[in-house]
């Protein structure tokens, strides 16, 4: 049973240039949902995806933006890269409830220069 | 505002030894509360759950505690070994029909001395 898979493990961007990142849920799981974590912190909250919507958002601009697909599989994309975008980007899934258990993903480190 | 905060970032203990790691939170809406370990380049593993409507819950080798008088949470720890070495997280569950987020404090860092 795989678990919570993410891609690129590692991506080096400049400022001003766009990124997309990718998940794939836990086998069985609905709801992706995205966090962004700097060096040294708890990751915070970004935005959950079910049912190919946003369901919930965190306080971020609108430069980050998902979408979320007929497989449950689901894109974080930033624009407009920034030197604070720089951190590690954690997704992950769970079964529809809101109370459901969160599994994540190894995350993808984003360092932008 | 929602916060969940941890009283110490390092917490250092002998092997065999018990490790408790406390946390606050400030959401008393909030009913459910997780406990995550996140070893260095890893993403959060979950390590136990707890919800509101219980006061204490056990798992293998660790145990939660929940005191909602006073919005306290705390992760205990058994006969604490090598690999339990890693930044501990708890977290709570804000969220309403079909959505929720987790709500991070800032971590503790558990180091376990041979």
């Known amino acids: 049973d795989a678990g919570v898979t993410q891609s690129p493990t590692h991506l080096i961007k400049t400022r001003g240039q766009q990124v997309t990142l990718r998940c794939s849920p836990k086998s069985g799981h609905d709801t992706v949902s995205w966090y962004q974590q700097a060096l040294g912190q708890g990751p915070q909250f970004i935005f959950q995806?079910?049912?190919?919507?946003?369901?919930q958002r965190g306080n971020f601009p609108d430069r980050f933006s998902g979408h979320q697909f007929p497989n449950y599989s689901s894109e974080l994309n930033v624009n407009a890269l920034l030197l604070g975008d720089s951190a590690l980007y954690l997704c992950?899934?769970?079964?529809?409830?809101?109370?459901?258990?969160?599994?994540f993903g190894p995350g993808t480190r984003l360092t932008v220069l | 505002g929602e916060s969940v905060g941890l009283h110490l970032p390092t917490l250092s203990v002998q092997e065999g030894d018990n490790s408790i790691i406390n946390c606050a939170y400030s959401?008393?809406?909030?009913?459910?509360f997780i406990w995550y370990k996140q070893e260095s380049g890893k993403g959060p593993q979950f390590i136990i759950d707890i919800r509101s409507n219980m006061d204490k819950r056990q798992g293998q080798r660790v145990t939660v505690l929940l005191n909602k008088t006073v919005k306290h949470l705390s992760l205990q720890i058994a006969a604490t070994q090598p690999g339990d070495s890693a930044v501990y997280f708890c977290a709570e569950n804000v969220g309403s029909s079909n959505t929720g987020k987790l709500i991070f404090g800032q971590g503790t860092t558990l180091q376990v001395k041979p």
């Open positions: 992950a899934s769970s079964f529809r409830s809101a109370t459901d258990t969160q599994y």
């Open positions: 959401n008393s809406a909030s009913d459910y």
């Open positions: 995806y079910y049912e190919e919507e946003e369901r």
